[in-house]
């Protein structure tokens, strides 16, 4: 079934002379310029929109794969940090986001622009995708039938083994409460509060810091015994005393726990 699927993705690469993949170095986008690449036969440029939301890690395997790929790459800004919408942070925030994004990317490239959503997207409140459908982007992943569970089935079919172990990681964004403004020095904490956290827990899947009007909290997907979660904590506090944050405690991991809609409009992502 891998395979049917792979090969009615690369058909519908091909009815295109020339494309460009948005890649957030996600799992998702990943494969898909992964197999762009490899297999289309139409000229295929890989697109980064570089964001202060973006970890530094995934920047760094985007720019890795591009290397060792010899793939066609471009980094733009995506200057989602330049909307007041955006920064405000409402409910559909990532309508904005991705408003920005495309419309970067589509500045600096030529032909059709493709995203990494996949059939399990649909299923979420996505405000990004009503983005997409305005500036017309396409979702190979959505036209060939494949899911999440097929994505990573196809990383492991060609020995994608650092993007097979990737688990979802949404924006930086996604880990501030809705209403609490988005600024670029949150980020950098946030991703730092969770690069020192998954040091100390490499083996935790799940690990997010949320901004919250309560202070700072860490979520896992499963709280450590003591000493060890005493250990975090210290080292947690200590971070956000010297940021200018509360933090409030460890508890455990919950999708979308930021969006305070998140129950009324089906959000299941973050």
């Given amino acids: 079934m891998t395979t049917q699927k792979i090969t009615r993705l690369i058909q519908y690469f ?29 000229q ?24 060792s790929q010899k793939w066609l790459f471009k980094q733009v800004n995506a200057g989602e940090f330049s909307d007041e919408n955006y920064l405000k942070n ?12 495309y419309s970067r990317i589509a500045e600096h490239s030529s032909g059709q622009i493709f995203s990494g959503t996949n059939l399990d997207d649909l299923k979420d409140f996505r405000p990004g995708l009503e983005a997409a459908k305005e500036l ?41 409460e809705t209403g609490i403004s988005i600024k670029a020095q949150d980020m950098v904490f946030i991703d730092d509060v969770e690069v020192r956290t998954r040091k ?13 009007l309560q202070g700072i909290f860490v979520e896992l997907d499963e709280i ?11 080292q947690l506090n200590d971070l956000c005393n010297q940021q ?15 969006f305070l809609n998140g129950l009324d409009h089906g959000v299941t992502h973050g």
């Fill in 90 to 101: 409402p409910v559909n925030r990532c309508y904005f986001c991705k408003s920005n994004l």
């Fill in 136 to 176: 017309q982007v396409k979702h190979p992943y959505v036209e060939a039938g494949i899911n999440k569970a097929d994505i990573y089935r196809i990383a492991k079919h060609y020995n994608l083994n650092d993007l097979q172990c990737l688990a979802a990681q949404p924006c930086l964004a996604s880990r501030v």
């Fill in 14 to 42: 091909d009815q295109f002379e020339q494309f460009s993949v948005a890649v957030s170095g996600g799992i998702d986008s990943m494969v898909l310029a992964y197999l762009a690449h490899k297999f289309s036969t139409a």
């Fill in 244 to 258: 200018g944050h509360l933090f409030s405690g460890v508890r455990l991991y919950q999708k979308g726990s930021t």
């Fill in 44 to 67: 295929v440029t890989v697109v980064h929109a570089c964001s202060p939301a973006v970890p530094e890690s995934a920047l760094a395997r985007i720019k890795h794969y591009a290397q």
């Fill in 200 to 212: 100390l827990f490499p083996t935790i899947e799940n690990v997010r810091c949320r901004i919250t």
């Fill in 224 to 234: 450590p015994a003591s000493p060890a979660l005493s250990h975090l904590s210290s």
